[in-house]
């Protein structure tokens, strides 16, 4: 089946701006997850989602992330104010259950010029 | 919260050589991964072991939670064998994996 799709899969915007990266995950998955990788690090979390709520958002780095996942299914990860530190491929993976593996998408490169 | 710890950092092989990767984690674990990163960025899903011992096809994995490590084998490597392979494990009542640095993979023909 469809694995953990991510659009778009490259995203260049300037300093100041705002941008919105979506996430579908597996079908049927309850578990989002919302992760960022730097070049040459291993990727860290952000925030995830069980259901429609946010279970554990404590990996956001400040008010400018926010993300949101309104029917359970798709989430979009929103950044205001778009700073050249935000670059980075930010991740998206998905579970059958919060316990279960976890299945990683293509991954959205951000470049803040 | 947990720590997670891979060595080596990098290693080199001639194809056909087998290898052994190490993450060692600082508390108990309710999900541990072994990832490969392809040199395109896609994270692949190895295993899912928590704990105990699995194989599939040429790689295998073992996790002794007691003792808080996995191994990861690879044998016979292959050239598309090369990339970053990740561990991440979560522990307690959160599932959000906390990553190692990485092992960085070359496979030389």
């Known amino acids: 089946g469809a694995g953990v799709s991510q659009t778009p899969s490259n995203k260049v915007t300037e300093k100041g701006k705002y941008v919105e990266l979506r996430c579908d995950p597996i079908s049927g998955h309850t578990a989002l997850y919302w992760y960022r990788q730097s070049l040459g690090q291993g990727p860290e979390f952000l925030i995830y989602f069980q259901g429609t709520g946010a279970a554990d958002d404590s990996g956001l780095p400040n008010d400018r992330f926010f993300a949101v996942r309104p029917e359970g299914s798709v989430s979009t990860l929103k950044i205001q104010r778009t700073e050249r530190g935000d670059s980075a491929v930010y991740l998206c993976?998905?579970?059958?259950?919060?316990?279960?593996?976890?299945?990683f998408g293509p991954g959205t490169r951000l470049t803040v010029l | 919260g947990i720590q997670v710890e891979q060595s080596p950092p990098d290693l080199i092989l001639q194809e056909g050589a087998n290898s052994t990767l190490r993450c060692n984690f600082s508390d108990s674990v309710n999900n541990l991964q072994w990832f490969h990163q392809n040199p395109w960025g896609q994270l692949i899903n190895l295993f899912y072991?928590?704990?105990g011992t699995k194989q599939n096809g040429r790689l295998s994995a073992t996790t002794v939670a007691t003792e808080r490590y996995s191994l990861l084998y690879i044998s016979s490597s292959q050239t598309t064998d090369s990339g970053v392979y990740f561990c991440?494990?979560?522990?307690?009542?959160?599932?959000?994996?906390?990553f190692g640095k990485g092992t960085l993979l070359t496979v030389n023909p």
């Open positions: 072991i928590p704990s």
């Open positions: 991440a494990v979560s522990g307690g009542s959160n599932y959000k994996l906390t």
């Open positions: 993976a998905s579970s059958l259950q919060m316990q279960d593996t976890q299945y």
